[in-house]
């Protein structure tokens, strides 16, 4: 089993849409949980980082743990067509764990 | 402005023919990596390094060296490229959890 998963898509949405993806992890003893974006032909950036279960905001985009089931979801509301990029959530307990990856696509 | 700097951005080259990737920070971070990107395999970490002349394997070291002579560089050595290392790569320099990468090397061995 993987210690990341990640459902690698694509998911194809229209513009203004509210985008789900998800994420499930192993090992319980993960800390850290990150969403990156990365856009095409560029390196991954940081879009959200969080240390505890539970969400957090910024702007459009709201990140969500579940510490119990081990699950970590990214929403996007009102999905613009510049949210089009691979989005790669990560955790971390002493080094840092990828997810393969979701490619999303906002049609406009 | 914070970044990590990767040089070449691109490059193809021959089986066997040495190559050095190089990458740079200007964050004073301590902590910095390589990672491999390949498709439907996500990014996976081949060499780190926690601090000068510190480092260590990651998952996949295997034809693959570093070193770290200095905080802000850790350039990526290909001793013998094969075809198999064609692929995306990163570097990253970390502060805690948060990863920051540079923009990639897209390598092709032929």
């Known amino acids: 089993q993987k210690e990341v998963e990640q459902d690698p898509g694509p998911l194809s949405v229209p513009e203004g849409a509210i985008v789900s993806l998800n994420c499930t992890y192993s090992n319980s003893a993960f800390q850290y949980f990150m969403w990156y974006r990365q856009y095409s032909r560029k390196g991954p950036e940081l879009l959200m980082y969080t240390y505890s279960s539970g969400n957090k905001e910024d702007g459009r985009f709201t990140a969500q743990v579940d510490k119990s089931s081990k699950y970590i979801s990214l929403f996007i509301r009102d999905s613009q067509p510049s949210d089009s990029a691979t989005y790669l959530c990560?955790?971390?307990?002493?080094?840092?764990?990828f997810g393969p990856g979701t490619s999303l696509s906002v049609i406009p | 402005e914070a970044q990590v700097t990767q040089n070449p951005r691109y490059l193809i080259t021959v089986t066997g023919k040495k190559l050095t990737v190089t990458c740079s920070q200007n964050m004073n971070h301590e902590y910095m990596s390589w990672y491999r990107q390949d498709p439907g395999l996500g990014l996976r970490q081949i060499y780190y390094?926690?601090?000068?002349?510190?480092?260590d394997k990651g998952d996949v070291p295997e034809g693959y060296k570093v070193s770290r002579k200095e905080k802000r560089n850790f350039p990526l050595i290909l001793e013998s490229p094969s075809p198999n290392q064609t692929s995306l790569y990163f570097c990253?320099?970390?502060?805690?959890?948060?990863?920051?990468f540079g923009q990639g090397t897209r390598l092709t061995v032929v």
């Open positions: 990560a955790t971390s307990y002493d080094k840092v764990i």
């Open positions: 990253a320099s970390r502060q805690g959890a948060r990863a920051f």
């Open positions: 390094s926690m601090n000068v002349e510190v480092t």
